[in-house]
T-cell receptor
Framework: TQLLEQSPQFLSIQEGENLTVYCNSS?????LQWYRQEPGEGPVLLVT?????EVKKLKRLTFQFGDARKDSSLHITAAQPGDTGLYLC??????????FGAGTTVTVRA | DSGVTQTPKHLITATGQRVTLRCSPR?????VYWYQQSLDQGLQFLIQ???????AKGNILERFSAQQFPDLHSELNLSSLELGDSALYFC??????????FGQGTRLTVV
C-alpha cells in the first residue's frame, strides 16, 4: 500500500484542455513535493509546498496543499503536449526519507 | 540538467554478477540518496548518506550496499543480481533543505 495515493493513474486529454491530478494520504506531511518525469529521465522538481492551504503557481500549473497537510493537487490550465509526462508527488515521512506516490501518467494530444 | 551525474547510463549484466553504480552530487550538496524505480514498485527509497555517513535506510536489500566518499561522490553496489533487480536506479542530492534533485539514472538490465 502506497503512503501517498495518486489519482487518476492515467490521464489523456486534448491540447488546450485543463486537468487536475490528486495526491492523498492519511498522514500529515511537513512538506510535499511535485515532480515531473519524462521517459528515461530522472524526476524534475516542480514545486515544494509547506504551509497548509498554500497555493503556488508556476505558469500554467497551480499547486495546492490541503489545510490539514495530508493532500495536494496539481492543476494544469490549457495543457500543451510539452506537459506530457509522469507526475509524482512525494512527502517526507521522517528520518529524511521521501515517500513517493505511484504517479499519474499524463498524455496531452496535439 | 540537475547537476547530479550518474554513470553508467545503461548497464546489462547476467544473473549472479555484481555491479557498481556511480553518482556525483551537485556542487555543494552534502546528502546523496539512492532510489530504485521499477514498473511494479514505483520509486522506492533505498538509502541516504550525509557527508560520508549513512543517514537513513529504506527498502534496501542485504545484497545491496552503498557508500559516500570524502569527495562526496557515492557508489551503489549491487551483488548476486537477480532478474527482479532490473530497474532504473536514481541518485539524488540535496544541500540541507532535504528536497532532492535527481540525476538521469542508470538503467540496469539483468539477463
Amino acid at each position: 500500500t502506497q503512503l501517498l495515493e495518486q489519482s487518476p493513474q492515467f490521464l489523456s486529454i486534448q491540447e488546450g484542455e485543463n486537468l487536475t491530478v490528486y495526491c492523498n494520504s492519511s498522514s500529515v506531511f511537513s512538506s510535499l513535493q511535485w515532480y515531473r518525469q519524462e521517459p528515461g529521465e530522472g524526476p524534475v522538481l516542480l514545486v515544494t509546498v509547506v504551509t497548509g492551504g498554500e497555493v503556488k503557481k508556476l505558469k500554467r500549473l497551480t499547486f495546492q496543499f490541503g489545510d490539514a497537510r495530508k493532500d495536494s493537487s496539481l492543476h494544469i490550465t490549457a495543457a500543451q503536449p510539452g506537459d506530457t509526462g509522469l507526475y509524482l508527488c512525494a512527502g517526507e515521512v521522517g528520518d529524511y526519507k521521501l515517500s513517493f506516490g505511484a504517479g499519474t501518467t499524463v498524455t496531452v494530444r496535439a | 540538467d540537475s547537476g547530479v551525474t550518474q554513470t553508467p547510463k545503461h548497464l546489462i549484466t547476467a544473473t549472479g554478477q555484481r555491479v557498481t553504480l556511480r553518482c556525483s552530487p551537485r556542487s555543494g550538496d552534502l546528502s546523496v540518496y539512492w532510489y530504485q524505480q521499477s514498473l511494479d514498485q514505483g520509486l522506492q527509497f533505498l538509502i541516504q548518506y550525509y557527508n560520508g555517513e549513512e543517514r537513513a535506510k529504506g527498502n534496501i536489500l542485504e545484497r545491496f550496499s552503498a557508500q559516500q566518499f570524502p569527495d562526496l561522490h557515492s557508489e551503489l553496489n549491487l551483488s548476486s543480481l537477480e532478474l527482479g533487480d532490473s530497474a532504473l536506479y536514481f541518485c539524488a542530492s540535496s544541500f540541507t533543505d532535504r528536497v532532492p534533485f535527481f540525476g538521469q539514472g542508470t538503467r540496469l538490465t539483468v539477463v
